[in-house]
């Protein structure tokens, strides 16, 4: 069975940037830049359908060669 | 579904699917990806209340100037004394010190502590608190002694026609 990890590592990438951009927002919202706040709030919520997308594609990769097998 | 029995696995269409009795407990690649996306999921959730936040300041509705309130006649208040007011709600009590001739401050006096109302000790200079014996500098509201730890919130001021207006209330700045 040959696995495809393409989908794995960018959701993980994905993910990654996520946590940064929690991190940041809230660390803007506490300096008080709220214009930044929003645009990093922008990001994390654009993440969300990037990743489901990401899974859309990637989660039958690898499939054809199991069926082959 | 044409073609579901062409394809060995089929297209997954639903979330039950990949769940195996005798290896449930083991997380297969896509099952990995799927939580990914769920967390991703939750990542833009939690994210709303802080953005939601940010844009209600930026709208500015936590900085509102309250009606403006006469507080005493300048002539009323020697250099040096202290007077007791209420400002922006009958409940929130707060003290008006007038420092020099034309200097004026105002703080809402609820000690940051414990909520003890805070009084200006001429003699000292100071802002003290009697129940935990908390101080404040007069000059900014920031503590100096005692259990407080937050600065006294400041009540902005403004003379006009002889007379001492509260204006608004300063935000708490960390």
């Known amino acids: 069975m040959k696995r495809s990890y393409v989908g794995v590592i960018s959701l993980c990438l994905v993910l990654f940037l996520d946590i940064v951009f929690m991190q940041l927002l809230i660390h803007q919202y506490f300096f008080e830049n709220y214009l930044v706040t929003l645009i990093f709030m922008a990001g994390n919520i654009l993440l969300f359908p990037i990743a489901f997308l990401i899974y859309k594609k990637e989660k039958d990769k690898g499939a054809e060669s199991h069926a082959k097998k | 579904m044409a073609g579901r029995n062409n394809n060995n696995p089929f297209d997954q269409d639903n979330y039950t699917h990949n769940i195996d009795r005798n290896n449930e407990r083991s997380l297969d690649r896509r099952g990995f990806m799927k939580t990914l996306v769920g967390a991703a999921g939750v990542f833009a959730v939690a994210s709303l209340p802080w953005g939601t936040l940010a844009a209600k300041e930026l709208m500015g509705l936590s900085d509102k100037e309250y009606p403006h309130k006469k507080i005493v006649d ?17 409940h929130d009590s707060a003290v008006l010190i007038r420092l020099e001739e034309n200097k004026y401050v105002a703080y809402q006096n609820a000690c940051t502590h414990l909520r003890c109302p805070v009084y200006w000790v001429k003699e000292e200079r100071e ?16 503590p100096t002694a005692g259990p407080p730890r937050r600065p006294l919130p400041e ?6 026609d002889e007379a001492v207006y509260a204006v608004r209330v300063k935000r708490y700045e960390a």
Do not use: R, W
């Open chain 2, 74 to 90: 300048v002539k009323n208040l020697p250099v040096g004394e202290s007077l007791e007011f209420h400002f922006p709600s009958e």
């Open chain 2, 127 to 142: 802002m003290v608190c009697p129940c935990h014996h908390g101080k404040f500098d007069v000059q900014t509201g920031a």
């Open chain 2, 155 to 160: 009540v902005i001021v403004e003379v006009k």
